[in-house]
């Protein structure tokens, strides 16, 4: 890997990081990290999967960002959380695995299951998630890791069981009852990360195995169009495609070999944040302003110049 730092493929770069920009190590010697999520109410959540539980970082309001916070844990979860965000009414939003469901925490504390089954059968291993705008939820999800063992040829029943890997849509209802769940996509060989466009009509998903990123216009009653190849990663770097964010502007931030990759709304590659280990997910910090970045084992800071795509 390159050493940590500011790399342009296009002066458009520096509209959007400074040239020296620091990557700021917040903390580290966590299990895995995931998932950084600000809070409109001045904290920073991030999820330590091998854990078992959602980490605080708070700041206070006459510190500057990122440092000066307190590390306490939020909650302990049962499951393994992965991929965490709010909805309108700033109840967190958490993807699960072992076992793979997404939950909503309730503002009393308590955990309502919004999915995990898929028309009788588990859904896997939930990673990301993303609150979209007329109250519905995308999430990706892929097999669990017990569901790759290998399975004696001519096994149909045994094939047919097995979760597969899908973009899935939780619409939003008023109805009281079993919450409806739809297979959105199916394109992406392994989808991790998922975000919006800064006007909620496309969402974009990283493909871990196709190693590129998918822009899914989005219809007016919310379902995916067919999606299209918006960017790739043709980089032998450690690290795979994961988390995704926009800024007000359309711009791409994701999680790639060697770093955060930034590409224009048309997906040119305009340049990488090289982080000192392989990024798994990024988020925005305090008033949607600099982006907060997981690794597996530790959480970065590096301050931006252009608003984020506010999606709660």
């Known amino acids: 890997m390159r050493a940590p730092g500011i790399y342009a ?61 307190r590390l306490t844990t939020y909650r302990v979860c049962t499951g393994e959380p992965q991929g965490i965000t709010f909805d309108h009414q700033g109840r967190l939003l958490m993807c699960e695995r072992n076992p793979g469901r997404v939950v909503r925490l309730e503002k009393d504390g308590s955990a309502t299951v919004l999915a995990e089954y898929y028309r009788g059968r588990p859904l896997g291993a939930p990673d990301d998630l993303v609150y979209n705008i007329d109250g519905s939820i995308f999430f990706s999800a892929v097999p669990a890791p017990e569901s790759f063992q290998v399975r004696p040829p001519g096994d149909r029943q045994e094939a047919a069981s097995m979760p597969r890997p899908a973009v899935y849509r939780i619409p939003r209802s008023q109805i009281p009852g079993p919450i409806r769940l739809e297979r959105a996509s199916g394109e992406c060989g392994r989808p991790t990360g998922v975000t919006l466009g800064p006007w909620q009509n496309r969402l974009y998903v990283a493909d871990a195995r196709q190693r590129n990123i998918r822009a899914h216009p989005i219809r007016d009653d919310g379902t995916l169009e067919q999606g299209r190849v918006f960017a790739e990663f043709p980089s032998q770097d450690p690290g795979i495609p994961g988390g995704l964010k926009t800024d007000e502007q359309g711009h791409l931030y994701a999680c790639g070999p060697g770093g955060l990759w930034v590409f224009s709304p048309e997906g040119a590659h305009l340049g990488t944040i090289a982080t000192p280990e392989p990024p798994t997910n990024c988020g925005w910090g305090r008033g949607f302003r600099g982006l907060y970045i997981t690794t597996g084992r530790s959480l970065y800071f590096v301050g931006t110049k252009v608003p984020g795509t506010r999606t709660y």
């Open 9 to 69: 493929n296009h002066t458009d770069l520096f509209d959007l990081v400074g040239r020296r920009a620091p990557i700021v190590k917040v903390a580290d010697g966590f299990g895995r990290l995931t998932g950084p999520l600000f809070s409109r109410i001045g904290y920073l959540l991030f999820s330590d999967s091998r854990g078992g539980r959602i980490c605080q970082w708070t700041i206070p309001p006459w510190e500057e960002e990122p440092l000066g916070g």
